[in-house]
């Protein structure tokens, strides 16, 4: 199993959550609100009065076999509107309960 940690812009959230449920990839955690910005491009995201946009992140732990057709769905999500930003990361799982 792997877990793959997905952070965004706001504006992707039904979306992502969308293709999760296209995806049959029912659990997650979502993080409302969290700050950051691109280490290559696109506006940083920090709620403040300069920069007001914000994200938010998910972790969804999946099957191996599915890893590779998320990735490839959200690159091409990320593809559409790259200034958004919208970045996946992907872990080994080692065990879970």
Request: with cysteine; charged share 25%.
């Amino acid at each position: 199993m792997k877990s793959i940690m997905i952070t965004f812009d706001q504006a992707y959230n039904e979306r992502i959550v969308e293709l999760l449920d296209r995806m049959n990839c029912r659990g997650f955690t979502r993080w409302e609100q969290v700050q950051g910005r691109g280490s290559k491009t696109g506006e940083p995201h920090y709620g403040s009065h300069a920069w007001p946009s914000m994200c938010s992140a998910i972790m969804t732990v999946v099957d191996d076999h599915k890893v590779q057709p998320l990735l490839d769905k959200l690159h091409e999500m990320d593809q559409e509107t790259e200034m958004l930003g919208l970045r996946a990361f992907v872990w080994n799982v080692e065990q879970c309960i």
